[in-house]
């Protein structure tokens, strides 16, 4: 079945770069989404990349993906300490309401 | 708008007992949706509601119902609780917006089974 993998953990400085990063298996994903999720609270989406593209940007977010190799990042720039969170990286089909999510990457950011 | 919210926020249960989780969407959203989330294995789906007056099953139905009581409320029932329901019990609503579903979660429900 359909999968999406990421890694648990990511420790970065503040004000340093972090790119987290996420693998899937489903090669019909259309929709490929990065939801956050502070402590305590649900997850909400952070921004999303259509299939057919290789990158967005959105201020400090950067997304990139390869089809090829199946591999979705997404790189925050100038990370804060608010940006400290578990990152969720979920795929979706067209048409399709189901969403797959990853396991979420917990993001430390240092002072 | 209040979003999706979601009651009670912490429950216990002892083995055995049963308990409805409730949940509600002011956005005027078709589907709906109930997740369980347990560390180190994300989200997993237990059941959907494409549109009022349908429901399915996800990944991780079993020991789990629920009802579409309206466009609004998607309601969870945990008939006999198990220690392995011990996990943090999250509702969302999505809608349809270029193509895509989006979906916005409630705070979620903490539910701890002994």
């Known amino acids: 079945g359909e999968d999406v993998e990421q890694s648990l953990f990511l420790s970065v400085r503040e004000g340093d770069s972090s790119v987290i990063n996420c693998t899937y298996t489903?090669?019909?994903?259309?929709?490929l989404y990065w939801y956050k999720q502070e402590p305590g609270a649900g997850l909400q989406l952070l921004t999303y990349i259509f299939s057919n593209m290789d990158m967005k940007q959105d201020q400090r977010l950067t997304v990139l993906l390869n089809k090829k190799d199946k591999h979705l990042s997404l790189r925050i720039a100038d990370t804060q300490t608010g940006d400290s969170a578990i990152y969720f990286c979920?795929?979706?089909?067209?048409?399709?309401?189901?969403?797959?999510f990853g396991a979420g990457t917990r993001l430390f950011v240092k002072a | 708008n209040a979003g999706v919210t979601q009651t009670p926020k912490f429950q216990v249960l002892k083995t055995g007992q049963s308990m409805t989780l409730q949940c509600a969407q002011d956005m005027n959203h078709n589907s709906m949706y109930w997740y369980r989330q347990d560390p180190g294995m994300g989200l997993r789906l237990i059941y959907y509601s494409a549109s009022e007056g349908t429901t399915d099953k996800g990944e991780v139905p079993n020991g789990y119902n629920v009802s579409r009581l309206n466009k609004r409320e998607f309601s969870l029932r945990l008939e006999s609780a198990a220690p392995s329901q011990t996990s943090v019990y999250f509702c969302?609503?999505?809608?349809?917006?270029?193509?895509?579903?989006?979906?916005?979660f409630g705070p979620g429900t903490r539910l701890t089974v002994t």
């Open positions: 979920a795929e979706s089909n067209t048409g399709g309401f189901k969403t797959i």
């Open positions: 969302a609503s999505s809608e349809l917006r270029e193509g895509s579903y989006e979906q916005y």
């Open positions: 489903d090669s019909s994903s259309t929709y």
